[in-house]
Protein backbone atom coordinates (compact mmCIF):
# COMPACT_ATOMS: atom_id res chain seq x y z
CA UNK A 1 0.00 0.00 0.00
CA UNK A 2 1.48 3.50 -0.93
CA UNK A 3 2.80 5.40 1.85
CA UNK A 4 2.18 9.23 1.51
CA UNK A 5 4.32 11.80 3.12
CA UNK A 6 2.68 14.81 4.81
CA UNK A 7 5.33 16.96 6.60
CA UNK A 8 8.91 18.16 6.88
CA UNK A 9 10.20 21.15 9.02
CA UNK A 10 11.75 22.35 6.53
CA UNK A 11 8.62 23.08 4.61
CA UNK A 12 6.72 24.18 7.58
CA UNK A 13 9.51 26.53 8.66
CA UNK A 14 11.07 27.90 5.66
CA UNK A 15 8.41 27.35 2.14
CA UNK A 16 6.15 30.28 1.19
CA UNK A 17 3.98 27.44 0.07
CA UNK A 18 0.80 26.08 2.24
CA UNK A 19 0.85 22.45 2.25
CA UNK A 20 -2.62 20.97 2.79
CA UNK A 21 -3.98 17.62 3.13
CA UNK A 22 -7.19 15.81 3.81
CA UNK A 23 -8.12 15.10 7.60
CA UNK A 24 -8.99 11.65 8.46
CA UNK A 25 -9.10 9.88 11.33
CA UNK A 26 -5.92 8.05 13.33
CA UNK A 27 -6.91 4.27 13.35
CA UNK A 28 -3.07 3.80 15.28
CA UNK A 29 0.49 5.38 15.94
CA UNK A 30 3.53 4.11 14.91
CA UNK A 31 7.24 5.03 15.36
CA UNK A 32 9.81 4.74 13.39
CA UNK A 33 13.83 5.11 13.78
CA UNK A 34 13.91 5.17 17.65
CA UNK A 35 17.17 3.85 18.52
CA UNK A 36 17.50 4.97 22.84
CA UNK A 37 14.32 6.89 22.81
CA UNK A 38 10.83 4.73 24.31
CA UNK A 39 7.97 4.88 22.02
CA UNK A 40 6.30 5.68 25.38
CA UNK A 41 8.30 8.91 25.36
CA UNK A 42 7.40 10.12 22.25
CA UNK A 43 4.01 9.51 22.65
CA UNK A 44 3.67 11.44 25.97
CA UNK A 45 5.04 14.72 23.99
CA UNK A 46 2.80 14.44 21.19
CA UNK A 47 -0.75 16.44 21.00
CA UNK A 48 -2.34 13.79 19.27
CA UNK A 49 -3.57 10.22 20.17
CA UNK A 50 -5.05 7.35 18.32
CA UNK A 51 -9.25 8.36 17.94
CA UNK A 52 -8.08 11.99 16.86
CA UNK A 53 -8.67 13.60 13.59
CA UNK A 54 -5.24 14.98 11.97
CA UNK A 55 -5.58 17.96 10.14
CA UNK A 56 -2.84 20.54 8.75
CA UNK A 57 -2.64 22.39 12.26
CA UNK A 58 -2.29 19.22 14.20
CA UNK A 59 0.46 17.61 12.29
CA UNK A 60 2.01 21.10 11.93
CA UNK A 61 1.67 20.80 16.10
CA UNK A 62 2.82 17.42 16.54
CA UNK A 63 6.08 18.19 14.53
CA UNK A 64 6.58 21.25 16.38
CA UNK A 65 6.27 19.65 20.06
CA UNK A 66 9.02 16.72 19.01
CA UNK A 67 11.09 19.19 17.57
CA UNK A 68 11.33 20.81 20.81
CA UNK A 69 12.33 18.06 23.08
CA UNK A 70 15.61 18.52 21.49
CA UNK A 71 15.98 14.72 20.98
CA UNK A 72 15.45 14.75 17.68
CA UNK A 73 17.17 16.36 14.26
CA UNK A 74 14.35 15.25 11.46
CA UNK A 75 11.18 14.54 12.15
CA UNK A 76 8.96 13.39 9.34
CA UNK A 77 4.92 12.36 9.58
CA UNK A 78 3.32 9.59 7.05
CA UNK A 79 0.11 7.92 7.02
CA UNK A 80 -1.12 4.49 5.49
CA UNK A 81 -4.77 3.05 5.88
CA UNK A 82 -5.30 4.85 8.59
CA UNK A 83 -2.23 5.03 10.49
CA UNK A 84 -0.05 7.67 11.36
CA UNK A 85 3.82 7.13 10.85
CA UNK A 86 6.04 9.25 12.49
CA UNK A 87 9.44 9.03 11.38
CA UNK A 88 12.14 9.78 13.76
CA UNK A 89 16.04 10.63 13.25
CA UNK A 90 17.46 10.40 16.85
CA UNK A 91 20.58 13.59 17.39
CA UNK A 92 23.52 11.24 18.47
CA UNK A 93 24.40 11.19 22.21
CA UNK A 94 27.49 12.32 23.88
CA UNK A 95 29.05 8.93 24.57
CA UNK A 96 32.43 10.08 25.63
CA UNK A 97 34.41 13.78 26.77
CA UNK A 98 38.09 13.68 27.11
CA UNK A 99 40.46 16.62 27.75
CA UNK A 100 43.90 17.21 26.86
CA UNK A 101 46.21 19.65 27.84
CA UNK A 102 44.56 20.73 30.65
CA UNK A 103 46.71 21.63 33.78
CA UNK A 104 45.19 24.65 35.55
CA UNK A 105 41.76 22.67 35.92
CA UNK A 106 40.31 19.62 37.72
CA UNK A 107 39.13 17.54 34.98
CA UNK A 108 36.41 15.91 36.99
CA UNK A 109 35.14 19.29 37.91
CA UNK A 110 35.54 20.37 34.54
CA UNK A 111 32.74 17.51 33.76
CA UNK A 112 30.66 18.70 36.63
CA UNK A 113 30.64 22.12 35.17
CA UNK A 114 29.97 20.83 31.93
CA UNK A 115 26.66 19.15 33.25
CA UNK A 116 25.13 21.54 34.55
CA UNK A 117 25.85 23.59 31.10
CA UNK A 118 24.07 19.66 29.89
CA UNK A 119 27.03 18.84 28.23
CA UNK A 120 27.60 15.99 29.52
CA UNK A 121 27.93 11.85 28.89
CA UNK A 122 24.50 9.98 28.07
CA UNK A 123 22.76 13.17 26.72
CA UNK A 124 21.75 14.84 23.43
CA UNK A 125 24.40 16.44 22.20
CA UNK A 126 23.62 20.23 21.06
CA UNK A 127 26.35 21.92 18.74
CA UNK A 128 25.22 25.09 20.79
CA UNK A 129 26.04 23.53 23.96
CA UNK A 130 29.47 22.76 23.23
CA UNK A 131 30.03 26.12 21.78
CA UNK A 132 28.81 27.62 25.31
CA UNK A 133 30.95 25.21 26.84
CA UNK A 134 33.99 26.38 24.70
CA UNK A 135 33.39 29.85 25.62
CA UNK A 136 32.94 29.22 29.26
CA UNK A 137 36.19 27.79 29.57
CA UNK A 138 38.09 30.48 27.88
CA UNK A 139 36.85 32.64 29.87
CA UNK A 140 38.13 31.19 32.96
CA UNK A 141 41.50 30.90 31.28
CA UNK A 142 41.18 34.49 30.97
CA UNK A 143 40.19 35.05 34.27
CA UNK A 144 43.37 33.36 35.49
CA UNK A 145 45.55 35.64 33.60
CA UNK A 146 46.03 32.51 30.56
CA UNK A 147 44.83 35.36 27.71
CA UNK A 148 47.19 33.02 25.41
CA UNK A 149 45.07 30.00 26.02
CA UNK A 150 43.65 28.47 23.29
CA UNK A 151 40.55 25.42 22.80
CA UNK A 152 39.71 23.35 20.04
CA UNK A 153 37.01 21.17 20.25
CA UNK A 154 36.80 17.73 18.07
CA UNK A 155 33.84 15.79 17.60
CA UNK A 156 34.39 12.10 16.55
CA UNK A 157 31.36 9.57 15.85
CA UNK A 158 30.88 6.69 17.24
CA UNK A 159 28.85 3.68 17.51
CA UNK A 160 25.11 3.58 18.06
CA UNK A 161 24.96 6.99 17.02
CA UNK A 162 27.01 8.34 19.69
CA UNK A 163 29.66 10.79 19.88
CA UNK A 164 33.20 11.41 21.22
CA UNK A 165 34.05 15.19 22.62
CA UNK A 166 37.24 16.00 22.85
CA UNK A 167 38.77 19.19 24.12
CA UNK A 168 42.52 19.75 23.24
CA UNK A 169 44.04 22.96 24.81
CA UNK A 170 46.91 24.61 24.60
CA UNK A 171 47.05 26.50 28.07
CA UNK A 172 50.10 28.94 27.44
CA UNK A 173 51.74 30.75 29.98
CA UNK A 174 49.85 33.10 32.56
CA UNK A 175 50.46 37.34 31.35
CA UNK A 176 52.95 39.07 33.34
CA UNK A 177 52.39 42.42 34.97
CA UNK A 178 55.03 44.28 33.37
CA UNK A 179 54.43 48.13 35.09
CA UNK A 180 51.80 49.59 37.19
CA UNK A 181 50.90 53.03 37.04
CA UNK A 182 48.66 55.53 39.39
CA UNK A 183 48.08 58.55 37.41
CA UNK A 184 46.30 61.64 39.59
CA UNK A 185 48.15 60.49 43.44
CA UNK A 186 49.22 63.60 45.25
CA UNK A 187 48.37 62.95 49.22
CA UNK A 188 50.30 60.37 48.77
CA UNK A 189 53.61 58.81 46.96
CA UNK A 190 52.73 55.77 43.76
CA UNK A 191 55.64 53.84 45.18
CA UNK A 192 53.67 53.70 48.93
CA UNK A 193 50.08 53.07 47.02
CA UNK A 194 51.61 50.31 44.96
CA UNK A 195 53.00 48.83 48.68
CA UNK A 196 49.09 48.22 49.17
CA UNK A 197 48.83 45.89 46.68
CA UNK A 198 48.36 42.33 45.88
CA UNK A 199 49.79 42.92 42.43
CA UNK A 200 52.78 44.10 41.52
CA UNK A 201 55.56 43.88 38.58
CA UNK A 202 58.00 41.18 38.93
CA UNK A 203 60.31 41.09 42.02
CA UNK A 204 62.83 38.54 43.39
CA UNK A 205 60.11 37.09 45.31
CA UNK A 206 57.64 36.82 42.36
CA UNK A 207 58.75 33.35 41.67
CA UNK A 208 57.45 32.08 45.03
CA UNK A 209 54.94 34.68 45.45
CA UNK A 210 53.17 34.92 41.64
CA UNK A 211 51.74 38.02 42.66
CA UNK A 212 53.27 39.43 39.08
CA UNK A 213 51.13 37.22 37.06
CA UNK A 214 47.79 39.33 36.01
CA UNK A 215 44.31 38.42 37.83
CA UNK A 216 41.09 40.32 37.31
CA UNK A 217 39.62 39.32 40.53
CA UNK A 218 43.19 40.46 42.49
CA UNK A 219 42.88 43.57 40.89
CA UNK A 220 39.63 43.85 41.87
CA UNK A 221 40.52 43.57 45.47
CA UNK A 222 43.83 45.82 45.02
CA UNK A 223 41.30 49.04 43.74
CA UNK A 224 39.08 48.54 46.44
CA UNK A 225 42.25 48.48 48.83
CA UNK A 226 43.39 51.27 47.45
CA UNK A 227 39.76 53.20 47.44
CA UNK A 228 39.35 52.22 51.42
CA UNK A 229 42.94 53.96 51.96
CA UNK A 230 42.11 57.26 51.02
CA UNK A 231 38.42 57.00 52.50
CA UNK A 232 39.47 55.97 55.73
CA UNK A 233 42.19 59.07 55.96
CA UNK A 234 39.46 61.74 54.46
CA UNK A 235 39.15 61.77 51.04
CA UNK A 236 35.77 61.20 50.72
CA UNK A 237 35.35 62.74 46.91
CA UNK A 238 38.22 59.93 46.38
CA UNK A 239 36.55 57.81 42.86
CA UNK A 240 38.91 55.27 40.39
CA UNK A 241 38.19 57.21 36.74
CA UNK A 242 38.93 54.53 34.90
CA UNK A 243 41.63 51.55 34.84
CA UNK A 244 43.25 50.31 31.53
CA UNK A 245 44.40 47.19 31.23
CA UNK A 246 46.62 47.18 28.25
CA UNK A 247 48.03 43.53 26.79
CA UNK A 248 51.42 43.15 24.91
CA UNK A 249 51.10 41.75 21.43
CA UNK A 250 52.53 38.37 22.37
CA UNK A 251 49.70 38.55 25.02
CA UNK A 252 52.19 37.76 27.77
CA UNK A 253 52.94 41.22 29.24
CA UNK A 254 50.27 43.67 31.07
CA UNK A 255 50.93 47.20 31.87
CA UNK A 256 48.03 48.50 34.21
CA UNK A 257 47.28 51.73 33.93
CA UNK A 258 44.48 53.76 37.55
CA UNK A 259 43.59 57.13 36.89
CA UNK A 260 42.65 58.72 40.31
CA UNK A 261 40.64 61.68 41.77
CA UNK A 262 41.78 62.04 45.05
CA UNK A 263 39.68 65.33 46.25
CA UNK A 264 40.24 67.15 49.41
CA UNK A 265 40.43 65.50 52.47
CA UNK A 266 37.18 66.17 54.96
CA UNK A 267 36.96 66.36 58.80
CA UNK A 268 34.05 65.81 60.91
CA UNK A 269 31.95 68.42 61.47
CA UNK A 270 29.20 67.45 63.58
CA UNK A 271 27.44 64.20 64.39
CA UNK A 272 23.58 63.59 65.17
CA UNK A 273 20.88 60.95 65.57
CA UNK A 274 17.39 61.15 64.07
CA UNK A 275 14.80 58.82 64.18
CA UNK A 276 13.56 56.10 66.80
CA UNK A 277 16.50 56.36 69.05
CA UNK A 278 15.05 53.53 71.52
CA UNK A 279 18.14 53.12 73.27
CA UNK A 280 18.27 56.93 73.56
CA UNK A 281 20.38 59.76 72.19
CA UNK A 282 22.76 59.48 75.12
CA UNK A 283 23.56 55.79 74.87
CA UNK A 284 23.67 55.68 70.69
CA UNK A 285 26.32 58.16 70.60
CA UNK A 286 28.11 56.10 73.01
CA UNK A 287 28.25 54.00 69.68
CA UNK A 288 29.84 56.12 67.74
CA UNK A 289 33.40 56.39 67.07
CA UNK A 290 33.50 59.08 64.83
CA UNK A 291 34.01 62.63 66.42
CA UNK A 292 34.00 66.05 65.67
CA UNK A 293 36.79 67.68 64.76
CA UNK A 294 38.79 64.42 63.73
CA UNK A 295 39.53 63.33 59.98
CA UNK A 296 36.94 61.32 58.28
CA UNK A 297 37.41 57.58 58.22
CA UNK A 298 34.78 55.33 56.24
CA UNK A 299 36.31 52.15 58.39
CA UNK A 300 35.09 54.49 61.64
CA UNK A 301 31.88 55.06 60.16
CA UNK A 302 30.79 51.76 59.09
CA UNK A 303 31.71 49.99 62.50
CA UNK A 304 29.13 52.43 64.32
CA UNK A 305 26.67 51.81 62.14
CA UNK A 306 26.92 48.43 62.55
CA UNK A 307 27.72 48.80 66.28
CA UNK A 308 24.61 50.47 66.63
CA UNK A 309 22.65 48.01 64.74
CA UNK A 310 24.18 44.93 67.13
CA UNK A 311 23.10 46.99 70.10
CA UNK A 312 19.76 47.48 68.80
CA UNK A 313 19.54 43.12 67.89
CA UNK A 314 20.85 42.44 71.13
CA UNK A 315 17.65 44.03 72.04
CA UNK A 316 15.12 42.08 69.46
CA UNK A 317 15.26 44.37 66.73
CA UNK A 318 16.16 42.12 64.49
CA UNK A 319 15.76 44.35 60.66
CA UNK A 320 17.05 47.50 62.51
CA UNK A 321 18.12 49.77 59.49
CA UNK A 322 20.46 52.65 60.44
CA UNK A 323 21.52 54.99 57.49
CA UNK A 324 24.39 57.51 58.38
CA UNK A 325 23.86 60.93 55.87
CA UNK A 326 26.46 63.06 54.80
CA UNK A 327 26.09 66.46 54.56
CA UNK A 328 29.21 68.40 52.97
CA UNK A 329 30.81 71.57 53.26
CA UNK A 330 32.36 71.66 50.21
CA UNK A 331 34.09 74.82 50.67
CA UNK A 332 35.74 73.86 54.04
CA UNK A 333 35.91 70.43 53.44
CA UNK A 334 33.89 69.52 56.34
CA UNK A 335 31.42 66.58 56.58
CA UNK A 336 28.37 66.08 59.01
CA UNK A 337 26.54 62.98 59.65
CA UNK A 338 23.23 62.44 60.55
CA UNK A 339 22.53 58.59 61.92
CA UNK A 340 19.12 58.00 61.08
CA UNK A 341 17.94 54.93 63.06
CA UNK A 342 14.69 52.89 62.00
CA UNK A 343 14.66 50.17 64.37
CA UNK A 344 11.93 48.33 62.68
CA UNK A 345 9.77 45.89 65.00
CA UNK A 346 10.62 43.87 67.79
CA UNK A 347 11.02 40.29 66.83
CA UNK A 348 11.49 37.11 68.71
CA UNK A 349 13.04 33.57 67.48
CA UNK A 350 9.91 30.88 66.59
CA UNK A 351 12.18 28.07 66.23
CA UNK A 352 15.32 26.80 66.91
CA UNK A 353 15.91 24.18 64.01
CA UNK A 354 19.24 22.02 63.89
CA UNK A 355 20.34 20.21 60.19
CA UNK A 356 23.33 18.54 58.54
CA UNK A 357 24.10 16.72 62.15
CA UNK A 358 24.15 13.27 60.82
CA UNK A 359 26.22 11.56 64.14
CA UNK A 360 25.81 14.15 66.21
CA UNK A 361 23.32 14.34 68.72
CA UNK A 362 20.40 17.19 68.64
CA UNK A 363 21.00 17.96 72.44
CA UNK A 364 24.70 18.14 71.80
CA UNK A 365 23.96 21.10 69.56
CA UNK A 366 21.51 22.72 71.50
CA UNK A 367 22.94 23.10 74.53
CA UNK A 368 25.90 25.41 73.26
CA UNK A 369 22.95 27.61 71.91
CA UNK A 370 22.38 30.52 73.65
CA UNK A 371 19.55 31.70 71.61
CA UNK A 372 15.90 30.54 73.29
CA UNK A 373 13.40 30.12 71.42
CA UNK A 374 10.01 31.52 71.95
CA UNK A 375 12.59 34.39 73.68
CA UNK A 376 13.33 37.90 72.10
CA UNK A 377 15.75 37.81 69.07
CA UNK A 378 19.19 38.85 70.75
CA UNK A 379 22.03 38.83 68.13
CA UNK A 380 24.94 38.63 70.69
CA UNK A 381 23.74 35.41 71.80
CA UNK A 382 22.93 34.47 68.17
CA UNK A 383 26.42 35.12 67.51
CA UNK A 384 28.05 33.33 70.57
CA UNK A 385 25.71 30.18 70.13
CA UNK A 386 27.36 29.40 66.92
CA UNK A 387 30.87 30.44 68.35
CA UNK A 388 30.35 27.72 71.11
CA UNK A 389 29.13 25.63 68.19
CA UNK A 390 32.49 26.42 66.10
CA UNK A 391 34.79 25.51 69.34
CA UNK A 392 33.22 22.32 69.84
CA UNK A 393 35.55 21.15 67.04
CA UNK A 394 32.95 18.65 66.27
CA UNK A 395 32.07 20.19 62.81
CA UNK A 396 33.92 21.64 59.74
CA UNK A 397 32.10 24.45 59.18
CA UNK A 398 28.89 26.09 61.23
CA UNK A 399 26.42 28.12 59.77
CA UNK A 400 23.38 30.08 61.16
CA UNK A 401 20.34 31.96 59.34
CA UNK A 402 17.84 34.01 60.88
CA UNK A 403 15.10 33.74 58.05
CA UNK A 404 11.40 35.55 58.89
CA UNK A 405 8.78 33.62 59.49
CA UNK A 406 6.68 33.88 56.30
CA UNK A 407 3.08 35.87 56.70
CA UNK A 408 4.54 37.39 59.80
CA UNK A 409 6.19 40.80 60.86
CA UNK A 410 7.41 39.75 64.56
CA UNK A 411 8.98 36.38 64.20
CA UNK A 412 12.60 34.25 62.83
CA UNK A 413 13.43 31.11 62.88
CA UNK A 414 16.97 30.21 63.92
CA UNK A 415 18.25 27.37 61.21
CA UNK A 416 21.37 25.87 62.36
CA UNK A 417 23.74 24.43 59.73
CA UNK A 418 26.53 22.17 60.45
CA UNK A 419 29.04 20.11 58.27
CA UNK A 420 30.36 17.48 60.48
CA UNK A 421 34.15 15.66 60.50
CA UNK A 422 36.19 12.90 61.98
CA UNK A 423 36.65 13.64 65.87
CA UNK A 424 38.33 10.63 66.58
CA UNK A 425 41.98 9.60 65.93
CA UNK A 426 43.88 5.65 66.37
CA UNK A 427 47.98 5.72 66.13
CA UNK A 428 49.40 2.69 66.33
CA UNK A 429 53.06 1.44 65.84
CA UNK A 430 55.88 -0.96 66.55
CA UNK A 431 59.22 -1.13 66.96
CA UNK A 432 62.43 -3.80 68.26
CA UNK A 433 65.26 -2.52 70.68
CA UNK A 434 67.83 -5.01 71.42
CA UNK A 435 67.55 -3.93 75.23
CA UNK A 436 63.41 -3.50 75.38
CA UNK A 437 62.60 -6.33 72.32
CA UNK A 438 59.08 -5.84 70.95
CA UNK A 439 57.84 -2.13 71.36
CA UNK A 440 54.10 -2.08 70.93
CA UNK A 441 52.39 1.20 71.19
CA UNK A 442 48.86 2.33 70.65
CA UNK A 443 45.99 5.10 71.06
CA UNK A 444 42.52 5.44 70.67
CA UNK A 445 40.26 9.07 71.43
CA UNK A 446 37.59 10.08 70.54
CA UNK A 447 35.83 13.45 71.55
CA UNK A 448 32.57 13.12 70.46
CA UNK A 449 31.19 9.37 71.43
CA UNK A 450 28.08 7.52 69.55
CA UNK A 451 27.10 11.59 69.09
CA UNK A 452 27.26 12.64 72.61
CA UNK A 453 29.99 15.07 72.88
CA UNK A 454 32.07 13.15 75.60
CA UNK A 455 35.29 12.05 75.49
CA UNK A 456 36.96 8.95 75.44
CA UNK A 457 40.65 8.16 75.42
CA UNK A 458 42.42 4.66 76.15
CA UNK A 459 46.37 4.16 75.34
CA UNK A 460 48.50 1.17 75.37
CA UNK A 461 52.30 1.10 75.46
CA UNK A 462 54.25 -2.01 76.07
CA UNK A 463 58.20 -3.03 75.88
CA UNK A 464 59.85 -5.35 77.83
CA UNK A 465 60.94 -2.60 80.39
CA UNK A 466 57.98 -0.08 80.39
CA UNK A 467 54.15 -1.38 80.34
CA UNK A 468 51.22 1.66 80.47
CA UNK A 469 47.49 1.47 79.94
CA UNK A 470 45.62 4.10 80.38
CA UNK A 471 41.88 5.42 80.47
CA UNK A 472 40.17 8.75 80.61
CA UNK A 473 36.60 9.90 80.18
CA UNK A 474 35.07 12.87 80.06
CA UNK A 475 31.38 14.26 80.34
CA UNK A 476 31.82 18.23 79.50
CA UNK A 477 27.72 18.22 80.34
CA UNK A 478 27.10 15.97 83.50
CA UNK A 479 24.20 18.59 84.87
CA UNK A 480 22.32 20.49 82.23
CA UNK A 481 24.29 23.84 83.51
CA UNK A 482 27.29 22.75 82.10
CA UNK A 483 29.07 21.05 85.06
CA UNK A 484 31.62 18.50 83.84
CA UNK A 485 32.89 15.37 85.35
CA UNK A 486 35.55 13.48 84.40
CA UNK A 487 37.77 10.07 85.53
CA UNK A 488 41.68 8.86 84.48
CA UNK A 489 42.71 5.62 85.29
CA UNK A 490 46.15 4.19 84.51
CA UNK A 491 48.38 1.11 85.46
CA UNK A 492 51.92 1.51 84.70
CA UNK A 493 54.65 -1.22 85.68
CA UNK A 494 58.69 -0.70 84.93
CA UNK A 495 61.11 -3.26 85.40
CA UNK A 496 64.87 -2.14 83.96
CA UNK A 497 66.78 -4.95 85.67
CA UNK A 498 67.49 -6.70 82.11
CA UNK A 499 69.09 -3.18 80.91
CA UNK A 500 71.43 -3.90 84.19
CA UNK A 501 70.77 -0.26 85.43
CA UNK A 502 68.07 -1.09 87.82
CA UNK A 503 67.95 -3.58 90.74
CA UNK A 504 64.04 -2.82 91.69
CA UNK A 505 60.96 -3.28 89.43
CA UNK A 506 57.73 -0.90 90.26
CA UNK A 507 54.03 -1.28 89.79
CA UNK A 508 51.61 2.18 89.90
CA UNK A 509 47.87 1.64 89.82
CA UNK A 510 46.09 5.37 89.60
CA UNK A 511 42.36 6.66 89.75
CA UNK A 512 41.46 10.17 89.61
CA UNK A 513 38.22 12.46 88.90
CA UNK A 514 37.69 15.86 87.74
CA UNK A 515 34.68 18.08 87.56
CA UNK A 516 34.85 21.80 85.92
CA UNK A 517 32.29 24.47 87.33
CA UNK A 518 31.50 27.16 84.96
CA UNK A 519 31.60 30.44 86.30
CA UNK A 520 30.33 32.47 82.66
CA UNK A 521 30.69 31.95 79.35
CA UNK A 522 34.41 32.85 79.58
CA UNK A 523 35.37 31.55 83.11
CA UNK A 524 35.68 28.02 84.71
CA UNK A 525 36.79 26.76 87.83
CA UNK A 526 38.34 23.03 88.11
CA UNK A 527 38.69 20.83 90.72
CA UNK A 528 40.53 17.25 90.85
CA UNK A 529 41.29 14.90 93.45
CA UNK A 530 43.14 11.34 92.38
CA UNK A 531 44.82 8.88 94.72
CA UNK A 532 48.15 6.76 93.34
CA UNK A 533 49.35 3.50 94.82
CA UNK A 534 52.84 2.06 93.86
CA UNK A 535 54.50 -1.05 94.82
CA UNK A 536 58.46 -1.58 95.14
CA UNK A 537 59.55 -5.22 94.24
CA UNK A 538 63.62 -5.52 95.25
CA UNK A 539 65.38 -7.94 93.14
CA UNK A 540 67.83 -10.25 95.15
CA UNK A 541 71.14 -7.79 93.19
CA UNK A 542 69.24 -4.99 95.64
CA UNK A 543 71.62 -3.16 97.54
CA UNK A 544 71.42 -2.37 100.78
CA UNK A 545 70.69 1.59 100.45
CA UNK A 546 67.59 0.47 98.74
CA UNK A 547 66.83 -2.50 101.05
CA UNK A 548 67.15 -0.05 104.24
CA UNK A 549 65.03 2.15 102.52
CA UNK A 550 61.90 -0.48 102.03
CA UNK A 551 62.60 -1.80 105.78
CA UNK A 552 61.92 1.57 107.13
CA UNK A 553 58.86 3.16 105.07
CA UNK A 554 57.89 -0.22 103.67
CA UNK A 555 57.20 -1.50 99.75
CA UNK A 556 53.59 0.18 98.82
CA UNK A 557 52.71 3.73 99.04
CA UNK A 558 49.66 5.51 98.27
CA UNK A 559 49.46 9.40 97.43
CA UNK A 560 46.56 11.19 97.34
CA UNK A 561 45.91 14.97 95.13
CA UNK A 562 44.39 17.53 95.16
CA UNK A 563 44.37 20.26 92.38
CA UNK A 564 42.16 23.25 91.33
CA UNK A 565 42.25 25.60 88.69
CA UNK A 566 40.87 29.01 86.57
CA UNK A 567 40.57 28.84 83.22
CA UNK A 568 40.02 31.66 81.00
CA UNK A 569 38.47 31.22 77.42
CA UNK A 570 37.71 34.04 75.62
CA UNK A 571 38.27 33.15 71.70
CA UNK A 572 35.58 33.14 68.83
CA UNK A 573 37.34 30.82 67.07
CA UNK A 574 40.31 28.11 67.20
CA UNK A 575 41.86 25.22 65.18
CA UNK A 576 43.63 23.92 68.68
CA UNK A 577 42.33 24.94 72.10
CA UNK A 578 44.80 27.30 74.23
CA UNK A 579 44.03 28.90 77.58
CA UNK A 580 44.85 30.94 80.17
CA UNK A 581 45.17 29.34 83.44
CA UNK A 582 47.22 28.56 86.59
CA UNK A 583 46.55 25.61 89.13
CA UNK A 584 47.91 24.53 92.45
CA UNK A 585 48.00 21.65 93.98
CA UNK A 586 45.70 21.31 97.66
CA UNK A 587 47.02 18.58 99.29
CA UNK A 588 49.54 15.42 98.75
Not at 254 to 275: C, F, M, Q, W
Request: proline share 3%; glycine share 8%; net charge neutral.
Amino acid sequence: MKIRPLFLLLILCCAGRVWAIEPFVIKDIRVEGIQRTEAGTVFSYMPVKAGDTLDDEKAAATIKALFATGFFKDVRLEYEGGVLIVQLQERPAVGLIEFKGIKEFNKDQLKEGLKQTGLAEGRVFDRGLLDKAEQEMKRQYLSRGKYAAEIKTTVTPLERNRVAVQFDVDEGEVAKIRQINIVGAEAFREKDLLGLFTLTAPNWLSWYTKNDQYSKQKLSGDLETLRSHYLNRGYLEFAIDSTQVQIGADKQDIYITLNITEGKRYTVSDIKVAGEPILGEAELRKLVSLRSGEVFSRERLTESTKAIADRLGNDGFAFANVNAVPELDKANQRVAFTFFVDPGRKVYVRRVNVSGNNRTRDEVIRREVRQSEGGWYAQDKINRSRERLDNLGYFKEVNVETPAVPGTTDQVDMNIAVDEKATGNILAGAGFSSSEGFVLSGSVSQSNVLGSGNFLAVQINTSKVNKTYSLSYTNPYYTDDGVSLGFDAYLRKTDASSLSISSYATSSVGLGARSGIPLNETDNVNFGLGIDSTKLNLLDNATSLYRDFVNRFGSSYSTLRGDASWARDSLNSRTSRPAAWCSAPMAR
